[in-house]
C-alpha cells in the first residue's frame, strides 16, 4: 500500500479512523513500538494529523519526522560507480589474502603429515617394545629358575664343607697339620681318609684366604663344628702361632647369597632381641628365647616375617 502522506509503499503503518488513510509510522509522528503500546481500542479510533486533526488554516506536514527506514533511503538515490568501485576494491583485497591462507593451509597440513608419521613410528616401535618384552618374561622365568637351581647345587655342593677363618698364612704350610692341630685343641680327632680335600679359597674384597675343609660325609663335619662351637674361642695362639692372638671361627661353607642373608639375620636378630642365630646343614635358625621354638630363614621373605 502507499502512504498517503509520502505516496511511498510500505508494507506496516497506521490506519485513520476518521477519513481512512493509510500512513507509515514515519509520516504518522509515531513508532512502531509506540503505536503498538497504545491497545487496541486506541489504534482503532486513531486519526491522522494531516486531514482529520490538523487546523484547516495550516495544514503543514509533520513535524520532527523521524528518519526513514534503511530500505527507502537505498531506494531513493542511484547506485553510483565510485561506489560500485569501492566494493570490488574491497573484494580485492580480501580475495588477495587467500593464496597466503592456501600455503599456510598447507604448511599445516605437512606439519600434521610429519608429526602422523612420528606417532605411526613411535607407536611401531613401541608394538616392537611390547613383543620383545612379552618374549623376555619367559626368558626372565627361565633364568629365575635357573639361578634358584644353581644356588641349590651350589649349597649340595658345601653340605660336606667347613671354612675355617683367621689362620694366618705361613709359606709351606701343611693345611692338614692346621687342621689337626684344631682337632687336638678342641678335642675332636678323625683321620685324614675323612677329608675329601682341603684347601685355600680367596675371600671377595679381601686379601686373607680362608681354609675350605671337605669331609666325606656330613656327619663328621657336623660333629667336628659342634664340638668346636663347645670350645667356643679358639685363638692362633691355641694352635701353636706365635706374636699377636687372633681368633679362629670355624662356620658352615656358605653361598654368598647365603652368608649375605645369615649377616641380614645376625642383624634384625639383634634389633629384634633374638637370642639364638646359629647354621645347621646350611640352613639358618634363629629363636627368640630359650622356650621359643626355632625358626629356619631361607630368604628375605622369611626375614621379613619375623616379629
Given amino acids: 500500500m502507499k502512504c498517503s502522506a509520502c505516496a511511498l509503499d510500505f508494507t506496516d503503518g497506521v490506519h485513520c479512523a476518521s477519513c481512512g488513510s493509510d500512513y507509515d509510522f514515519a509520516c504518522a509522528n509515531l513508532t512502531e513500538i509506540g503505536y503498538r503500546k497504545l491497545g487496541a481500542d486506541r489504534r482503532a479510533s486513531w486519526k491522522c494529523p494531516h486531514r482529520c486533526r490538523a487546523s484547516l488554516n495550516s495544514p503543514a506536514p509533520p513535524q520532527n519526522k523521524s528518519p526513514a527506514p534503511a530500505h527507502k533511503i537505498a531506494s531513493a538515490g542511484p547506485v553510483t560507480l565510485e561506489a560500485i568501485m569501492a566494493k570490488l576494491t574491497n573484494m580485492e583485497t580480501k580475495l588477495a589474502a587467500i593464496p597466503q591462507i592456501q600455503t599456510d593451509l598447507r604448511d599445516v597440513k605437512e606439519t600434521c603429515e610429519f608429526y602422523g608419521a612420528k606417532i605411526d613410528s613411535l607407536t611401531n616401535n613401541m608394538s ?5 618384552i612379552n618374549n623376555l618374561e619367559p626368558m626372565k622365568e627361565d633364568l629365575a629358575t635357573t639361578k634358584d637351581n644353581l644356588e641349590r647345587e651350589m649349597t649340595q655342593s658345601r653340605y ?29 680327632n678323625f683321620p685324614r681318609s675323612n677329608i ?3 684347601s685355600r679359597v680367596p675371600v671377595h674384597g679381601s686379601n686373607e684366604k680362608n681354609i675350605i675343609v671337605s669331609f666325606v660325609n656330613r656327619y663328621i663335619k657336623e660333629e667336628f663344628l659342634a664340638t668346636a662351637r663347645a670350645k667356643k674361642t679358639i685363638l692362633t695362639t691355641d694352635i701353636g702361632y706365635h706374636g699377636e692372638s687372633n681368633r679362629i671361627f670355624l662356620n658352615d661353607h656358605l653361598t654368598p647369597k647365603l652368608k649375605m642373608l645369615l649377616t641380614k639375620t645376625k642383624k634384625l636378630a639383634k634389633d629384634k632381641n633374638y637370642l639364638y642365630v646359629w647354621v645347621k646343614f646350611s640352613k639358618i635358625h634363629v629363636r627368640k628365647s630359650d622356650t621359643s621354638r626355632p625358626q629356619v630363614i631361607n630368604s628375605m621373605n622369611d626375614l621379613n616375617k619375623l616379629t
Fill in 196 to 198: 675329601n680335600y682341603i
Fill in 128 to 132: 616392537m617394545m611390547e613383543k620383545r
Fill in 160 to 188: 660336606n664343607n667347613v671354612e675355617i677363618k683367621g689362620v694366618p698364612i705361613v709359606k709351606s704350610e701343611n693345611l692338614f697339620e692346621i687342621v689337626e692341630k684344631i682337632e687336638n685343641f678342641v678335642g675332636y
